[in-house]
Nanobody
Framework: QVQLQESGPGLVKPSQTLSLTCIVS??????????WSWIRQPPGKGMEWIGY???????YYSPSLKSPTSISRDTSKNQFTLQLSSVTPEDTAVYYC?????????WGQGTQVTVSS
């Protein structure tokens, strides 16, 4: 059973960098041909896919994102990290990590991130 757990600060100030980590257990993030995504849900809105990091380490991001975005990984810890730079209050959301790209089969429980001064 694959399990994912998000961790990171719940409050970030505008213009700062948001950093969230997803710790994966029960499966390796380097196993072919799995992809590991970040998704968010702003208050009162639908799910928004942010991007993924592949088993190979390659990344792809949603072109609609306004904040500079980076997804990296630490294979020794079996975890991957999302960084959003220069955040604004529009980046306030519940952030999820999941396995997959368009169809996700395992999800983390989600973590609330609020961007506010």
């Amino acid at each position: 059973q694959v399990q994912l757990q998000e961790s990171g600060p719940g409050l970030v100030k505008p213009s700062q960098t948001l950093s969230l980590t997803c710790i994966v257990s029960g499966g390796s993030i380097t196993t072919k041909y799995y992809y590991w995504s970040w998704i968010r849900q702003p208050p009162g809105k639908g799910m928004e896919w942010i991007g993924y990091i592949a088993y190979s380490g390659s990344t792809y991001y949603s072109p609609s994102l306004k904040s500079p975005t980076s997804i990296s990984r630490d294979t020794s810890k079996n975890q991957f990290t999302l960084q959003l730079s220069s955040v604004t209050p529009e980046d306030t959301a519940v952030y999820y990590c999941a396995r997959g790209t368009t169809m996700m089969d395992y999800w983390g429980q989600g973590t609330q991130v609020t961007v506010s001064s």
